[in-house]
């Protein structure tokens, strides 16, 4: 868990840093540190499902649908 935050604090770092650099803003430097890692982190995860099918087709498994979760009391 440190290493991921760590991974986390380096890429607000630099995301800050850029944006900063390139408009000379805080406000902007710190909106575009917020906003691009969390759609990077979107990004991240379709692109981890659409590979996981991708390797499901490869092995030739058809990847399951996903389940509907029903209460049973």
Request: hydrophobic content about 55%; cysteine-free.
């Amino acid at each position: 868990m440190i290493k991921t935050l760590t991974f986390a604090l380096v890429h607000f770092t630099v995301a800050f840093s850029v944006a900063y650099l390139l408009t000379g803003s805080v406000v902007v430097g710190g909106l575009l540190a917020l906003v691009e890692p969390t759609l990077n982190t979107v990004a991240y995860h379709l692109h981890e499902r659409a590979w996981r099918r991708i390797e499901a087709m490869r092995r030739g498994v058809r990847a399951a649908p996903r389940a509907i979760a029903t209460a049973n009391p």
